[in-house]
């Protein structure tokens, strides 16, 4: 099925099939392998893997690790299991060959994109390597990962996703337009997953993760080629950079919706509309993102860390313009405590804090 934010010059060669099975992992990886398949996959699932294929353990996307692997040959085609450090990294070892990716969480839009973000000494750097032929998920083997609140992997999936709400107001900043209808217009598939969220039980049950798959697919596959990454991603590679936070506590989705919020704040107080800036809001509180500084500081993040992070990017930026002319829009975002006293904006259908 085209997707609706496909135009036929964006997408490069076929597009990737999204499939599910009711099969465990084993036998999902099992029957993709061949005898000249590489396996790509974490830590986590090596004990039920390792022995199927040729197999290769990764907990980066280190260049120089990528170059070994290559180099080394003795494969035909790769099979990356895992999260998305899996799923790049195998990316990065297919250019050229048959792929076959298997999401274990839905903690990131990368699923079948056709891109790697590869760490080049101290950078990381988003490179075209491999779009997947078919991405396939085993249905247990989700349901399992994503019983574990205290991973909420699927809060991070959806902070990665909301991520196009931010990149719309800031590829808008500076144009000449009004902004009426403008996530509806150019965030279709932000808009879609935020009405349907709204009413969906959470955590999610076993068809709301296979909703939350085809977002994170559908955005994965032609997303990045539409709406180009903004400040908010940025500010993601710079605090990864800048400072050792866990990595299963302050995941790339619960750091990428740091800047989301900051930039659509700025958004809303700039057309002094704050309805999508709420419905935002709303959405993160329902499924665990972080929305004051003790959330913030619960993944290791302090005010400080953002606005030194900021200053790091090269280039113009335009959460650290904002930031560097208006510091108090942190607190505006993310105040002291979560008890601050709201109240009813008349002009909109949002909320202000005091
Ligand atoms: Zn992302």
Known sequence: MPSRFARQDEVSGPVSKLLFTEQDLRSTVTDLSTPDTLLVMDEYNRAAL????????????????????????GYGRVVAVGGCTALDFGRACARGMDLAVVPTILSHCCISS???????????????????????????????????MSKNWSASGFGDLFSIFAAVAEA??????????????????????????????YPLDRTGLVRLARFLHEFSVVGHNSIPVGSEHALYYALRQKYAYPRMVATH???????????????????????????????????????????????????DHICTACRTLAGPNLLDQLLRTDPSLLTRVFPPSQNETAVELPISSGRLWK
């Not at 022995?51 to 040959?73: H, L, N, P, Y």
């Not at 750091?255 to 057309?271: C, K, Q």
């Open 172 to 201: 808008n900043w500076y144009a000449d337009k009004p902004p009426q209808d403008l996530f509806r217009r150019e965030a279709t598939i932000g808009e879609e997953a935020l009405t349907w969220l709204e009413s969906e039980p």
């Open 50 to 73: 390792e022995d199927i294929a040729t197999s290769v353990v990764v907990e980066d996307t280190d260049a120089i690790e990528i170059e070994r692997v290559t180099r080394g040959g």
């Open 253 to 303: 989705g619960k750091l990428v919706s740091i800047g989301t919020l900051l930039i659509l704040r700025a958004w809303s107080e700039r057309y002094t509309d704050f309805s999508m800036y709420y419905n935002v809001r709303h959405t993160f509180a329902k499924v665990g993102l972080p929305l004051s500084l003790p959330d913030l500081e619960r993944m290791g993040v302090f005010p």
């Open 114 to 148: 056709n891109r790697s973000v590869i760490r080049r000494g101290d950078v990381y750097v988003s490179e075209v390597t491999t779009a997947p032929r078919v991405a396939m998920i085993s249905l247990p083997t989700l349901e399992k990962n994503h019983a574990d």
